[in-house]
């Protein structure tokens, strides 16, 4: 977006900000605000008015901010800035009853694409992003970048994330799928064997809510303790079909990876297959929790049965 | 002695005779140190690798022993050894220095950590000057110079001229015993044309752009054990353990097994204070199952309680953690916070 675009959206952001704490609508703003290198943001809590102008907006707000929802409702409704990706992960948390719409405030911003502050191009995850700006907000803070809804682009910056079609989406899905078993085996060994079990993929995820994670159940043991490829092999694919219904694309598990792991590779085969064989809805675009396996109707075919 | 950039590659083959070779490389997209061998390529233009080295000293599934009992029913413990003879090739200074931290850790106040003295003894470390510190570099700050790695066996400084061919020079001096008997090995391969004095080796004015005062800072902290910081500072924290498994210096681990029909095997693996279930007891109770509680845990241990016990910060200013924690939680920042903090001391 341009430098006046953000400008007036950072304004704007703070504006509001300031009255929804100063007439006590919210207790708390999330956002972001700026970090100590050149470009960087970090999410920010602001819950005094006052300090409603650290906040800022712009290229460069590379963090979803959806689940830090759930560890600020305590403190009394939260205000969220959201962009197509935050709000998904809302709607998402609020299908999987994590969240009440009544919790949170939902502060819509256009979003154009974000951009590594380190080299400023655009994010790989807003590369494959189709909904760029809020699906679901109480208020509105700019026009509508648009790029992502139906053509017109209200914001000519908005050229660098056109919307994106399904076959650019799965472009890198329709890649594996041609590959031959040995090489896909390989491709993803690889990928494992560098995991760290760092466990920063589900720690980001708007859709990884369980209160007590299956790795974490110890006595349990789902997952063992070592870090070799068949544990890591064991993990990546739970979490990846455990989320498998509700993802949203957000593509933030995939930034978060310190070991570059194609985490988005894997969740896109999962939703590509759901679309193909269920014609699953994409997942966070209301609050109704319409995943193809997490839900069920008295209508389903039960062919199997 | 006087070492070329072009004579690496035979050294480097050399060397690998004897020992298992580490350098810095990119394996799979990821940089850290990777194993020698013809195929691989050095890179040691790499600040900093993205994986730390600790894991050839403790790496991050190590087995201990087996169990298990034999086909007469003999109950049998057999401890596993896998210390080879490790050569750590292009470590920096702060890699080195925190090497210097395990070592504390390991060796140090009456216990002998026998699985890390085993590879500690066998490892020969090898480090490189920095000529250009990243953007999040700030070993300056932590005590650190970028030119200085004095628990290094050998040190490489890039010396400041290149000679008519183009080619860096490095100037090559032994810092240990062990480092002036490896040296032999070296001999081959230096320099012949050109002596020591003909050469300028980087200089100390190498310093990081990154800087915080660490004044005060342990003594503040004694006192901000309930300081409201915590609670702000760890609301974005998503405790994935990103921070403890690329830090050079955490090294907390948690033992566990695995059983098989009649054996089984005791390991452990990387830990981290991030993760709730590091402190969760067998009854249940975790001391520490507030994000807040975890978070001060991390940065108290770093700069405070490691100094407190063994008289120098666990943290070496090397930046992993500043540039791969994904909600931009930055140590550095902390630092100025504490430093900015009214807190009597």
Redesign the interface.
């Known amino acids: 977006m341009s430098l006046s675009t953000a400008e007036a959206l950072t304004d704007a952001l703070r504006e509001e900000a300031r009255r929804l704490l100063a007439e006590g609508t919210v207790a708390v703003v999330v956002g972001w605000e700026a970090?100590?290198?050149p470009n960087?943001?970090?999410?920010?809590?602001i819950s005094d008015p006052e300090q409603a102008q650290r906040l800022v907006y712009g290229d460069y707000c590379v963090?979803t901010l959806a689940?830090?929802a759930l560890?600020?409702k305590a403190a009394g409704k939260v205000a969220v800035c959201v962009r197509g990706c935050d709000s998904r992960g809302i709607n998402r948390m609020i299908a999987d009853n994590q969240l009440l719409r009544d919790e949170v405030y939902l502060l819509g911003l256009p979003c154009s694409g974000m951009k590594d502050p380190a080299t400023g191009s655009l994010l790989m995850k807003c590369r494959t992003c189709t909904e760029h700006d809020a699906v679901t907000y109480d208020v509105l803070l700019g026009p509508a970048t648009a790029a992502g809804h139906d053509g017109a682009s209200a914001d000519s910056s908005a050229g660098d994330s056109e919307h994106v079609s399904d076959e650019q989406r799965f472009t890198a899905v329709l890649g594996i799928e041609e590959m031959a078993p040995e090489k896909r085996r390989a491709l993803f060994d690889?990928?494992f064997?560098?995991c760290?079990?760092?466990?920063?993929c589900?720690?980001?995820c708007p859709c990884c809510t369980c209160r007590e994670c299956f790795v974490?159940q110890?006595r349990a043991g789902w997952q063992?303790?070592?870090?070799?490829l068949a544990e890591n092999r064991f993990y990546n694919i739970t979490r990846v079909f455990h989320i498998g219904d509700r993802c949203i694309e957000c593509g933030e598990c995939e930034?978060?990876c310190?070991?570059?792991l194609p985490l988005m590779a894997l969740n896109r085969k999962m939703v590509k297959d759901l679309k193909s064989l269920f014609n699953a809805d994409d997942a966070g675009m209301t609050e109704e929790n319409s995943a193809a396996l997490g839900r069920y109707d008295l209508g389903d075919l039960e062919e199997f049965m | 002695m006087i070492l070329r950039h072009s004579s690496l590659e035979g050294l480097l083959s050399t060397l690998s005779t004897g020992a298992r070779v580490y350098v810095p490389a990119k394996a799979d997209g990821v940089t850290k140190f990777v194993l020698y061998s013809s195929s691989v390529r050095p890179d040691f233009s790499i600040t900093n690798t993205t994986m730390p080295p600790k894991d050839l000293l403790f790496p991050q599934t190590q087995h201990m022993y087996r169990y298990g009992t034999d086909a007469e029913g003999v109950p049998y413990v057999e401890p596993v050894h896998d210390a080879d003879d490790v050569i750590v090739f292009g470590m920096r200074p702060c890699d080195v220095r925190s090497i210097e931290c395990m070592d504390d850790v390991f060796l140090t106040k009456g216990f002998v950590d026998v699985s890390y003295q085993a590879k500690r003894e066998r490892l020969l470390m090898v480090a490189m000057a920095c000529t250009a510190p990243a953007p999040t570099c700030f070993c300056n700050s932590m005590g650190l110079c970028p030119t200085a790695a004095p628990l290094a066996d050998i040190l490489l400084r890039p010396a400041g001229a290149t000679d008519a061919s183009g080619d860096t020079a490095y100037l090559v001096e032994a810092q240990s015993e062990k480092g002036q008997a490896a040296l032999a090995q070296w001999e081959s391969y230096k320099a012949t044309d050109t002596s020591d004095a003909d050469f300028e080796p980087v200089s100390a004015a190498v310093s990081c752009s990154l800087k915080v005062s660490m004044v005060g800072v342990k003594d503040k902290l004694e006192a901000m054990f309930d300081h409201p910081i915590w609670e702000q500072l760890s609301k974005k924290c998503i405790t994935c353990g990103t921070c403890t498994f690329v830090c050079p210096t955490c090294h907390c681990f948690d033992i566990s097994q695995e059983n098989r029909l009649s054996e089984g095997t005791r390991f452990r693996c990387w830990d981290s204070c991030m993760f709730t279930a590091y402190t969760e007891m067998a009854g249940g109770h975790n001391p520490r199952a507030s994000k807040s509680a975890r978070v001060r845990q991390r940065f108290m241990h770093k700069l405070c309680f490691f100094e407190q016990r063994y008289g120098k910060t666990l943290c070496v200013g090397c930046g992993r953690c500043v540039e791969k924690c994904p909600v931009a939680l930055d140590i550095t920042c902390l630092i100025d916070q504490i430093g900015a903090a009214d807190v009597a001391y």
Not at chain 1, 224 to 228: D, E, I, M
């Open positions: 970090g100590r290198f960087q943001t970090t999410p920010a809590f963090n689940k830090y560890g600020e690889a990928a064997n560098k760290i079990r760092c466990y920063a589900r720690k980001s974490d110890l063992g303790k070592q870090n070799n930034r978060a310190p070991m570059g």
